[in-house]
């Protein structure tokens, strides 16, 4: 099988996720607003289409991988799946305890996937590096490094976040903004601390 290059994977999966977090700013809330009910369904969906491509290239990325590195993978989607249960669990409970407000619940259940994204990310790291490879080979080679991308991205988000709070826009939003932000720059700066053992270690 032919070998997918992780620069083209990251580049086209950052898209999809840009393009998730565009449609839930700008489309997804007009489901609320919008007078005919296909165009309600239609709006309220709409965040699933660029999720859907996201998959689809991690499955490919993984379908095209080596064996070892279909291990990392499969430890790694395995550690998420466990995250994901507890936090879902952790949510269920607290609904059944009438702790939670239904508004609460439905903003929870939209933060599963990206709770899962950032285990699945960690987790496959951690296991990379027991194995002794890199999980993005392909950082050395690029001008901008994987790391730098996803603090790049977070610094706009997080100015995106200031004037979301300065125009007082709603909770979900900011929140949705903020969790974001702080998801790639924690992200980012896991990347770049590995970034840096990795290269310190190849000089000494």
Known sequence: MTRIKYKSFQRNFLLAMLAYLVVVLLVWPLARTVPSLPLKVLCALAPIVPLAVAMGLMARRILHSDELEQRTH????????????????????LASAKLLSLDACANLLLWLFPVLMVSYGVARLWVARRYGIAAGCDDEDETFPTYQRLLGAAGLLGICTAWGYYKSIDSFHLGLLSGTCAGLAVSGALLGLLHWRRRRGSHE
């Open 74 to 93: 499969l430890v790694g989607l395995g550690v998420a799946s466990g995250v994901v249960a507890l936090f879902s669990t952790v949510g269920g409970f």
